[in-house]
């Protein structure tokens, strides 16, 4: 059995079809790859035959999932049968730095807790509030608020089995100046740390500093490179910075950015890390492809390293 | 039917569903180099589907509300300026569909949320001079029946808070000068016969959309529902299709992709089994010279669709 497993994070958008049984018709229709994009079905096969047994979904994907599968615990029965297990599902804390907001925020972090347990998932990963822009700077009673909020999710997800992972980007208004205190102002038993290598390194922190002083908190990670470390604050607190006007990509597959992921491996080894990788591919343009490179370089590259 | 001016949907875009290469759709570039080539298939008027998810997540890259279109060029206006910099010289028409607000049991969050942004977006609409709006009065039958399984006995209720929302959203509508049309699609909980009680419960200034794809999946002739509505349709959409309904299609949670067998539902102008040279020829017949717009939404490519319904519009207009 590997210390490490890997998964998905899901940025397919809309799949709107089960599982299609007249494909070869539908195909004939217009002569697109549109079919092979359309069904769960195709897209679970494409993580099983690419060796990604878990899939991490993302809040947004619900609207459309659960009509389509009529309940979480049918969709999880689904991708099972397929040789995917649902992981988690990721959340954003909206407003958790806000006092008039507490009750609201831990109503809304218990609720994906409760959606995470149907689909048999155990991760949350929990960006903290939103972005920096028209929020931010933080104050520090706005962190301590912050941290409050966490700590209550976090109570209601560990009793009900969930980790609840902080999971920051390099645009929320915690950042650079606060990620750290942010941190250790939550309770290690109760809240943990989701590693986003790309975010976090655009952000201004050192990965491999990062994850060694942290690796204790460390509960899973969303594994991506970037050609874009250390982005000054006026990148960082723009308005809407995550889709850039023209194209430029923050992040890319491992191995086709700058990071030193070969040095998180080793630093995996050394603390001997166990769990679930899950693997980012946001602003690919063909998910597929990202996935069958990124599993290339992780057969070659980084699993040689620490599996 | 005035042939000088047909608009196309931007619609024409599939920002939604999963293909390679959609990441593109969300960034301001890509929308800025379309413009230029709607204009060289010899459109200059576009409609564009008015949609609030983009504004959530702190994303703007997709000009499809007023958060977005404010964010990256400051206004109406702005937004204007640089559609007439690529060749496009007027917004025909929004359209809004509230289905995103249908995701939970609350009603009350449904029709908040729905009328809120309708109301943006028709005040969007008058912002860029648009002709009107058009609205689908429900959101998908089978969407509401997941959330309300119960919907039938609540039909009665539902009709009366969407006549209220649709009556004031009329009221702001005359004021601004933009017509307020409701479409007419046969997913709707308002679909078939129930359409007549809620237009029997509206102002009169309220319009019909005559789209030619939905009337061919309902089995409606579009010469009978023109002399039904004589006088009452705000707008017409020249859509495709070839799709045949089966039993009870229309009630599933996502009709636009049949659970039973999959298929394109909405196909590119002119490839579908939709008579549009003679629907045209209907709407001279009736001296129908209100907007017309050309959708192709469910492309499998856009560019394509374009050139696809240039070709059929050519066809049309000789």
């Known amino acids: ?307 | 039917m005035n042939r000088d001016d047909i608009a196309i949907s931007l619609d024409l875009i599939n920002r939604h569903y999963q293909e390679p290469n959609r990441n593109r759709y969300e960034s301001r570039y890509f929308w800025e180099e379309l413009y230029p080539l709607v204009a060289a298939a010899g459109f200059t008027s576009i409609e564009l589907p008015y949609e609030p998810v983009w504004q959530f997540g702190g994303r703007s890259g997709v000009p499809l509300n007023r958060y977005c279109v404010n964010t990256k060029y400051g206004s109406a206006a702005g937004y204007l300026e640089r559609l007439r910099a690529g060749g496009i010289a007027r917004v025909s028409g929004v359209t809004f569909d509230p289905n995103l607000f249908m995701r939970n049991d609350s009603l009350d969050f449904y029709f908040g949320a729905s009328g809120h942004f309708a109301g943006e977006a028709l005040g969007h609409a008058a912002d860029l001079g648009a002709d009107y709006v058009a609205i689908s009065p429900s959101p998908f039958y089978g969407r509401i029946a997941q959330y309300h399984p119960d919907l039938e006995a609540k039909r009665a209720g539902f009709a009366e808070r969407t006549a209220a929302l649709l009556s004031g959203l009329a009221a702001k509508a005359e004021e601004a000068g933009v017509t307020l049309v409701l479409r007419n699609e046969y997913w709707s909980l308002f679909g078939g016969s129930h359409l007549a009680g809620l237009l029997d419960a509206l102002p009169a200034s309220v319009m019909l959309d005559l789209d030619t794809a939905n009337l061919f999946v309902a089995g409606i002739a579009p010469a009978d529902f023109l002399a039904r509505h004589q006088g009452r349709i705000g707008c017409v959409h020249l859509t495709d299709t070839s799709f045949v309904a089966g039993e009870g299609t229309w009630k599933t949670p996502n009709p636009e992709f049949p659970e039973a067998r999959a298929t394109q539902v909405f196909r590119d102008p002119g490839t579908g089994s939709v008579d549009l040279p003679g629907i045209a020829a209907l709407l001279d017949e009736a001296g129908y010279r209100g907007p017309v717009t050309c959708s192709a939404r469910q492309t499998r490519d856009p560019f394509r669709a374009l050139l696809r319904i240039r070709a059929l519009l050519s066809q049309i207009q000789n």
């Open chain 1, 1 to 307: 059995m590997p210390n490490i497993r890997y998964a998905n994070m899901c940025h397919w958008k809309t799949i709107p079809y089960r599982q299609i049984d007249n494909f070869r018709e539908f195909y004939y229709e217009d002569k697109t790859n549109s079919a092979y994009y359309s069904d769960w079905d195709s897209i679970l096969k494409y993580q099983s035959a690419l060796g990604f047994p878990g899939i991490e979904i993302a809040p947004w994907d619900l609207a459309d999932i659960v009509p389509l599968f009529g309940s979480p615990e049918n969709f999880a029965a689904f991708a099972r049968e397929r040789g995917v297990e649902v992981i988690g599902m990721f959340h954003g804390a909206h407003a958790s730095h806000d006092a008039g907001h507490f009750d609201e925020a831990v109503r809304a972090g218990r609720e994906a807790v409760d959606t995470i347990v149907r689909f048999g998932g155990s991760y949350m990963n929990t960006c903290p509030t939103q972005n920096y822009f028209g929020t931010g700077p933080l104050g520090r009673e706005e962190v301590q608020q912050c941290a409050r909020v966490m700590n209550e999710i976090g109570r209601y997800a560990t009793d009900h089995g969930v980790k609840i992972g902080l999971h920051n980007e390099f645009f929320c208004a915690i950042n650079l100046p606060n990620h750290r205190e942010l941190i250790e102002s939550t309770d290690p038993r109760l809240v943990h740390y989701c590693i986003d290598t790309a975010q976090i390194s655009i952000m201004g922190e050192d990965l491999l500093t990062f994850y060694d002083d942290y690796h204790e908190r460390i509960s899973t990670f969303h594994l991506k490179d970037t050609a874009s470390a250390r982005q000054p604050d006026s990148v960082r607190y723009a308005q809407d910075p995550e889709i850039t006007d023209d194209g430029t990509r923050w992040f890319w597959e491992p191995g086709l950015g700058e990071l030193d992921l070969e040095g998180l491996y080793r630093l995996l080894k050394k603390h001997e890390f166990k769990g679930w990788m899950g693997i980012e591919y946001d602003g690919s343009p063909d998910l597929l492809a990202s996935m069958a490179l990124t599993r290339y370089h992780l057969d070659n590259v980084l699993r040689p390293i620490y599996d």
